[in-house]
């Protein structure tokens, strides 16, 4: 039987109750300051992998969108993340706290160091959002409605327990903060819209869990490589290579 609009939308918002990566322990090791600074970068390289394929995963979805007003709307998305004239966007802000934590930009920016296991996550993200339905692939993107939540707390949390945190490191996080609410209202709205079937709702939400799983795989990964048992992946971010300190050497 289909949701009403209503009970569709508070079905979506149970999946992020249930399954949002707020709740992964390494959000806590980190927002609680017990991340060592490896695992702070460990964390950031990562990290950024999925920030530089954002773009691309929006371009991927306007490729596909016949409708203009809807490809106007969603084309302020690539913006906030790679800028404009006015607004530097939300790489170079990670770069900056890249940075901040004693990294070199440039080595970040090159992805070498990320562990397999967020490629594969997030590569699946991007062909997800390639393959799928318009209606699947806004879906997916429904993680923001959770979002602000985790970047207030890891804001509270940065700036109460590590060094490097400040107005500057933290800008990606105070970004989204303002930049979020208007994507969470346009693709909540319009897939209250278009989910119009039982089937259509059950596909939307099968859609956001597997978005939940994208992000939530990327955090057991680093825990594995960097926390316990601490094993380090071919390929993965070895500690002391990628630093600023070896730049400036």
Not at 34 to 50: L, S
Not at 60 to 82: G, K, N, Y
Not at 196 to 212: N, Y
Request: net charge negative; glycine share 6%; charged share 30%.
């Amino acid at each position: 039987m289909t949701q009403t609009r209503e009970d569709f939308e508070a079905r979506l918002r149970q999946i992020g109750a249930e399954r949002y990566h707020d709740l992964h322990p390494f959000h806590d090791r980190l927002h609680g300051g017990d991340c060592t600074p490896d695992q702070v970068r460990a964390w950031v390289i990562n990290r950024y992998y999925y920030q530089h394929s954002i773009p691309m995963k929006d371009a991927a979805f306007m490729s596909r969108v016949e409708d203009p007003a809807l490809r106007r709307a969603w084309r302020s998305r690539i913006e906030d993340h790679d800028g404009t004239e006015d607004n530097e966007g939300g790489i170079r802000r990670w770069l900056r706290l890249a940075e901040a934590v004693g990294l070199d930009p440039d080595y970040v920016a090159s992805r070498t160091g990320v562990l397999p296991a967020t490629k594969f996550a997030v590569d699946a993200y991007v062909r997800f959002v390639r393959e799928k339905t318009l209606l699947e692939a806004v879906a997916a993107s429904l993680t923001e409605l959770f979002a602000p939540k985790i970047h207030a707390s890891r804001i509270e949390g940065l700036l109460k327990n590590y060094d490097f945190a400040d107005d500057s490191s933290l800008s990606y996080f105070r970004n989204r903060l303002k930049e979020a609410p208007k994507d969470v209202a346009f693709g909540l709205g319009w897939v209250l819209d278009h989910a119009d079937t039982q089937e259509k709702q059950d596909a939307a939400a099968k859609a956001l869990i597997f978005k939940t799983d994208v992000l939530w795989s990327q955090l057991d990964a680093l825990w594995a490589a960097y926390v316990e048992p601490g094993r380090i992946p071919p390929g993965g971010w070895q500690p002391g290579t990628g630093l600023l300190d070896a730049r400036a050497a």
